[in-house]
């Protein structure tokens, strides 16, 4: 069983910046596209952005083009999430999670029910 593992999250200021780490200790991701989604309090869990297993492809939710980006190492069997600019309402608890690509075209889908394996989440907190 894939298990994915997230870090790097904190307590940050207003415009200031993360790096989120997620692995997979044991396996391979490089043949997986790879989500990370948040979810506040009382709030559905969304999508933040995804990349193909290739890296080729990306895409990011509306309320963050521009100020995170999202990027693999398939060497290093990690993909990172780079949060800059970070404002009040990225405040929540982030999770990577993974499916298996079946040729390295697919693109990295949206909704989180196609999403087959999901890590445990790490807080990011932004706060004066």
């Known amino acids: 069983q894939l298990e994915l593992v997230e870090s790097g999250g904190n307590l940050v200021q207003p415009g200031g910046s993360l790096r989120l780490s997620c692995a997979a200790p044991?396996?391979?991701?490089?043949?997986?596209?790879i989500g990370w989604f948040r979810q506040a309090p009382g709030s559905e869990r969304e999508m933040v952005s995804c990349?193909?297993?290739?890296?080729?492809?990306?895409n990011h939710a509306d309320s963050v083009k521009g100020r995170f980006s999202i990027s693999r190492d398939n060497a290093k069997n990690t993909v990172f999430l780079q949060m800059n600019n970070l404002k009040f309402e990225d405040t929540a608890v982030y999770y990577c999670?993974?499916?298996?690509?079946?040729?390295?075209?697919?693109?990295?889908?949206?909704?989180?029910?196609?999403?087959?394996?999901w890590g445990q989440g790490t807080q990011v907190t932004v706060s004066s």
């Open positions: 999670a993974a499916v298996w690509a079946a040729h390295p075209g697919t693109i990295c889908p949206v909704p989180k029910y196609e999403y087959r394996y």
């Open positions: 044991g396996f391979t991701l490089d043949d997986h596209n």
């Open positions: 990349i193909s297993s290739s890296g080729r492809y990306t």
